[in-house]
């Protein structure tokens, strides 16, 4: 019997959760793709952060999965909703790229740094491993998460490759 998967598009400032045969799938700069995976279950998520903070401090509330400070925890939770809980799974996170280089702001050359060093202490926190990290550069990223088995497909400036490490 042919299993038809399920491709689901992560967005710019989106979470989503998938499961069974699933493929969640998100293209990123310098943004940061944080992906987390329950083996046992096989339930997986992506977020999309665009941000670590919200530098006014009046959009999280309408855009609450855009910042890496009110993602993080939202993430969390719908993992949870899914049927898993921390212990069951991981962290993978990509992107973070500097994209901006030649632009002479330091707000714009730094978004990826900030963005990956918040979610760093974020999964620090929740004592949330991270078992594979392909972040900053100067190349974007898109990466497809397979719910079926955890892999995970990334492409980066022209090149291909499959990450089989969910624990």
Request: glycine residues 10%; hydrophobic residues 40%.
């Amino acid at each position: 019997m042919l299993v038809k998967s399920k491709i689901i598009n992560v967005g710019i400032a989106d979470i989503k959760v998938g499961k069974g045969t699933d493929i969640l799938r998100t293209t990123l700069g310098s943004c940061i793709g944080i992906v987390l995976y329950d083996p046992e279950q096989k339930i997986g998520a992506i977020s999309h952060i665009m941000l670590a903070k919200d530098p006014t401090g009046k959009d999280s509330q309408k855009s609450p999965h855009k910042y890496g400070e009110t993602a993080l925890p939202e993430l969390i939770k719908m993992m949870q909703e899914a049927g898993s809980s921390i212990g069951q799974f991981n962290c993978r996170m990509f992107g973070g790229a500097s994209m901006f280089k030649g632009i002479n702001s330091n707000f714009l050359q730094n978004i990826g740094e900030q963005n990956i060093a918040i979610v760093k202490k974020f999964m620090e926190e929740k004592k949330i491993p991270i078992i594979v990290e392909d972040i900053a550069g100067n190349e974007g990223r898109t990466i497809s998460l397979y719910t079926e088995d955890g892999r995970i497909l990334l492409k980066k400036a022209g090149m291909e490759k499959y990450l089989y490490k969910v624990r």
